[in-house]
């Protein structure tokens, strides 16, 4: 069974340009999350899918961060403007119900 | 809301010896556990999950878990270390119910001293 994929792996980039994430979820695994890792902490939500609508966003910075789910697989996520406490890595994971997450290997994003 | 705690930040433990890594969580509903562990420069791995049943709970490489509802804690423990298991735990919850919004901890890094 393939796991999550994610890419790109390293992004650097300048203050106030964009980026874009990309993630494809475990098959069948209806939920897929996003999360942000700020080095020496943990994992922190930015936003939960449930198949192609959002459950949760509660802690997605909207002034700067999007994110979309096509047809209830791939998902993106994007920056724009990124500013310099936006460096981070940024997970992507699915799930089925109950079975906990299976994460991607991570986008290490840093802005100078 | 609910939140999970995890009061040590680093154990240092020789090889060969036993292991505890604490998890306290803090939930109004019934909750799923789980603990994930972090290799350098990787993606968090599954190492076990509670979601109902018995409460000793076993994952893989030799972790077990034992939840604990009156303490609403989840420690994690391991008899033996190998220096194969350095790594930064992270302890996760999640209501049983509803969309299952997974919230994790700080994280504990193990360092398994040979």
């Known amino acids: 069974e393939a796991g999550v994929a994610q890419s790109p792996r390293y992004k650097i980039i300048e203050k106030r340009q964009s980026v874009a994430f990309w993630c494809n979820p475990i098959?069948?695994?209806?939920?897929l999350y996003w999360y942000q890792q700020i080095l020496g902490q943990g994992p922190k939500l930015l936003i939960q899918?449930?198949?192609?609508?959002?459950?949760?966003d509660s802690q997605l910075p909207k002034d700067r961060f999007s994110a979309e789910r096509l047809k209830g697989v791939d998902s993106t996520l994007k920056i724009q403007p990124a500013k310099l406490e936006d460096s981070a890595v940024y997970l992507c994971?699915?799930?089925?119900?109950?079975?906990?997450?299976?994460f991607g290997s991570g986008t290490q994003l840093s802005v100078l | 809301a609910q939140s999970v705690t995890q009061l040590d930040s680093q154990v240092p433990v020789f090889e060969e010896a036993p292991v505890e890594l604490r998890c306290n969580y803090s939930?109004?509903?019934?909750?799923?556990l789980f603990w994930y562990v972090q290799y350098p420069n990787q993606g968090l791995q599954l190492l076990l999950k509670y979601l109902s049943g018995s409460t000793l709970v076993k994952g893989i490489n030799g972790f077990e878990a034992e939840f604990n509802k009156s303490q609403t804690s989840f420690h994690l423990r391991k008899p033996s270390v190998h220096i194969s298991d350095t790594a930064e735990y992270f302890c996760a919850v999640s209501h049983s119910g509803g969309y299952q919004k997974v919230t994790f901890g700080t994280g504990t890094k193990l360092q398994v001293i040979p």
């Open positions: 939930s109004s509903v019934s909750v799923y």
């Open positions: 994971a699915s799930s089925s119900r109950g079975g906990g997450l299976f």
């Open positions: 098959s069948g695994h209806a939920t």
């Open positions: 899918f449930q198949n192609n609508g959002v459950v949760d």
